[in-house]
């Protein structure tokens, strides 16, 4: 595996994370990313049941992430089974820096999250996500807004409508509004809100 960037500033140490399929994770540690303008060479071993990889794994390095196509792919599928947090949220950023720098569609990001972001548990994330994906539907073709946009608000309403309570509503009511696509949508919205169901104690 090869590690290059254009600005080295200091030699790092960093964390490799390894997933298999049922997203069993192996650590590999330290991986170190030498301070030279040429490619680190790093020898880890990738058997036949790992679908991606995750370098600077715990954020210690300082590091512009990329992942590759199958790892692209695994992800999409499977980043809401991860159980560390810090993990998903870090795989959700350097997602839509790979947006923000063209390295996969708009269309890769709202595919993320449709399939991810109803299992997702933490408020910070959630809000952050929500805010990237009104950002990235302005990315579409104007023709597939209304569709994209639709799909997200049906996402959202059955995560609002949901009875698991580890699920922060407040975060997604907060911007639902940014995904109404029809009057039904609105009605629902509204409907919602009026409802007072996720008013907090005082």
Not at 9 to 36: A, M, Y
Not at 151 to 157: G, I, V
Request: net charge negative; with cysteine.
């Amino acid at each position: 595996m090869g590690l290059r960037g254009n600005n080295r500033l200091r030699k790092q140490k960093i964390s490799v994370c390894l997933f298999e399929q049922d997203g069993t994770q192996h650590i590999v540690t330290p991986v170190i990313v030498n301070d030279l303008e040429a490619i680190s060479v790093v020898e880890i071993p990738l058997g036949p049941n790992i679908k991606a990889v995750y370098l600077n794994y715990g954020s210690h390095g300082y590091a512009k992430v990329r992942f590759d196509s199958q790892s692209v792919d695994w992800f999409i599928e499977n980043l809401g089974t991860i159980k560390d947090a810090v993990t998903r949220g870090a795989i959700w950023r350097y997602f839509w820096m790979l947006v923000q720098d063209r390295q996969i569609t708009s269309y890769k990001y709202l595919e993320l999250a449709k399939r991810n972001l109803a299992l997702e548990t933490v408020e910070q994330i959630i809000s952050v996500v929500l805010m990237h994906l009104s950002a990235a539907i302005g990315y579409l073709p104007i023709e597939s807004i209304k569709e994209k946009r639709s799909e997200l608000f049906e996402t959202l309403y059955k995560m609002i409508q949901s009875e698991n309570e580890n699920i922060p509503k407040d975060a997604i009511v907060d911007q639902l509004f940014g995904f109404v696509s029809n009057d039904e949508h609105l009605n629902l919205s509204l409907a919602w809100v009026h409802s007072g169901a996720i008013m907090k104690d005082e």
